[in-house]
Structures are given as structure tokens and as C-alpha cells.
């Protein structure tokens, strides 16, 4: 059983944290790649997660967003 009013809420709120690739690069700063974004679950005890791309590597770093457009 699905409750579409979840649905509805989650899917025009913005998101809460960005999903970014960080490649490490040997002796230079890291370089990082956004890659989607997260929602987090209204009880606090998950997220759901829209990715772009994939990475490779397989890591995928999460931040909370921020003012700052990127």
C-alpha cells in the first residue's frame, strides 16, 4: 500500500542533501562531480537518492546542501 500524498510531498520538496563522485587525484586536491540528489525520509530514518550518473568506483559521498548553487 502506497500513500500518494508522500509521493506528492517528497517529490516537490527540495532536496535535502546533494549526491557528488570525489576522485581523489595524487598530490592536487580532490576533485568532486555532482551526481545527484537525496531526499530525506520524513521519519529521519532514511532517504531516497536520484542519481544522475553513476561512479565508477562505486563511492558516492553525501552532503546536506547549502546556500551556495553549484
Not at 520538496?13 to 568532486?32: C, L, M, N, T
Amino acid at each position: 500500500m502506497t500513500d500518494t500524498n508522500t509521493k506528492e510531498t517528497a517529490a516537490t520538496k527540495p532536496p535535502s542533501h546533494s549526491a557528488y563522485q570525489v576522485r581523489d587525484r595524487e598530490g592536487r586536491k580532490s576533485f568532486w562531480t555532482r551526481i545527484g540528489s537525496a531526499w530525506a525520509h520524513a521519519d529521519g530514518q532514511g532517504f531516497n537518492i536520484q542519481l544522475d550518473c553513476v561512479p565508477l568506483d562505486g563511492k558516492i559521498v553525501l552532503r546536506i546542501m547549502t546556500e551556495h548553487k553549484e
